[in-house]
């Protein structure tokens, strides 16, 4: 009972940044984890960051220093800041919300990420 609405996605050069948003709408509870997976023909769906409705973070270890996510628990929202891009993001990105304890997993369509070298 919950849909998850990506944007943001695009092309860009190597080097360059890109800002993808997810907005939330539904039957959503207050404690939540929200994040952003990414896949691709070649790999399975992986964390890219995630960050839980109380304010902590994870992060994949190829993403520390050059991602940053953030959330606005009011407007049920959450962005990811990506900077430095590499070719090897280019992924299919999707919005996560997982609710601990309530067997609740949900999942936006995706928004492609395309990074030219």
């Known amino acids: 009972q919950v849909q998850l609405v990506e944007s943001g996605g695009g092309l860009v050069q190597a080097g360059g940044s890109l800002r993808l948003s997810c907005a939330a709408s539904g039957s959503i509870f207050s404690a939540n984890t929200m994040g952003w997976y990414r896949q691709t023909p070649q790999n399975e769906r992986e964390l890219v960051a995630s960050m839980t409705s109380a304010g902590s973070t994870n992060y994949a270890n190829s993403v520390k220093g050059r991602f940053t996510i953030s959330r606005d628990n009011a407007k049920n929202t959450v962005t990811l800041q990506m900077n430095s891009l590499k070719p090897e993001d280019t992924a299919i990105y999707y919005c996560?919300?997982?609710?601990?304890?309530?067997?609740?997993?949900?999942w936006g369509k995706g928004t492609l990420v395309t990074v030219s070298s």
């Open positions: 996560n919300m997982n609710v601990p304890g309530f067997l609740m997993n949900y």
